[in-house]
C-alpha cells in the first residue's frame, strides 16, 4: 500500500475566520480533471464515519488559493505530476465533530490505523485542533502523484512515507523514521 503524507497549502490573507464568511469556489470548475480524495466526506477517515458538514466530497476554497493552486498544478503537469487533494475547506461543525471524537475515549475502532503508537488521550492539540485553517476555505492537504503519461489514469502516488491522516512523529517532514526517497518525495 502506497503511504502518504499530508501536506498543507495556505493562502492565509483572508481576512474571513470562517468559510461562510467568505465565497468560496469548487476547485473542480477551474479544474475538472483534478483527483480528490475528500476522506471526511466518507468513512476512510481517522473517525470511521462521514464528517459533520461534508455533504459532498468537493474541494471548496477562497477564489485566490483556488487560483493559486490551480497555476501550481499546471505547472506540475508540465513534469508529469498531478496532485491528489483530500480536504479544503472544513467547515466549523467537523471541526467539533473531530472535537467531540477525540474526547471519547472509548472510540478506539481507528488506533490501529491512524495512531498505532500513541494514546488517543494526546492527539489533541498535537494532531487534531479546535481551530482550523481549514475552516477559513484557505488551506489543502494533499498528496502527489507522477504519471508516465498526460492521462490522470497512468498516475501513481508518490511514497511519503506514512498514510493521510496518520498521527505519528513519522509523518513529520523531516521525520529520521522514512526513507530518503520518501523524504526527498515529501520535499517536492
Known amino acids: 500500500m ?4 499530508l501536506l498543507m497549502v495556505c493562502g492565509c490573507s483572508s481576512p474571513a475566520t470562517a468559510g461562510d464568511e467568505a465565497p468560496l ?8 480533471t483534478l483527483r480528490v480524495d475528500m476522506r471526511y466526506a466518507g468513512s476512510n477517515n481517522f473517525v470511521g464515519a462521514p464528517i459533520d458538514g461534508y455533504a459532498a466530497p468537493r474541494c471548496l476554497l477562497l477564489p485566490h488559493v483556488a487560483d493559486a493552486l490551480a497555476r501550481v498544478e499546471r505547472q506540475l503537469r ?7 487533494i483530500f480536504d479544503c475547506y472544513r467547515p466549523r461543525r467537523a471541526v467539533a465533530h473531530f472535537m467531540r471524537w477525540a474526547r471519547d475515549l472509548s472510540d478506539q475502532r481507528s488506533k490501529a490505523e491512524f495512531y498505532p503508537r500513541i494514546e488517543k488521550s494526546s492527539l489533541v492539540p498535537d494532531y487534531i485542533a479546535e481551530q482550523s485553517g481549514h475552516s477559513r476555505g484557505d488551506t489543502v492537504d494533499l498528496g502527489l502523484m507522477q504519471c508516465a503519461q498526460k492521462e490522470a489514469d497512468s498516475c501513481v502516488i508518490l511514497d511519503m512515507g506514512t498514510a493521510y491522516d496518520l498521527f505519528d512523529a513519522r509523518a513529520h ?12 518525495n515529501r520535499h517536492v
Open 2 to 5: 502506497r503511504r502518504l503524507l
Open 173 to 184: 517532514t523531516e521525520s529520521p523514521e522514512v526513507s530518503a526517497e520518501q523524504r526527498a
Open 78 to 84: 508540465q513534469r508529469d505530476h498531478r496532485l491528489l
Open 25 to 32: 469556489v469548487d476547485l473542480q470548475t477551474l479544474m475538472p
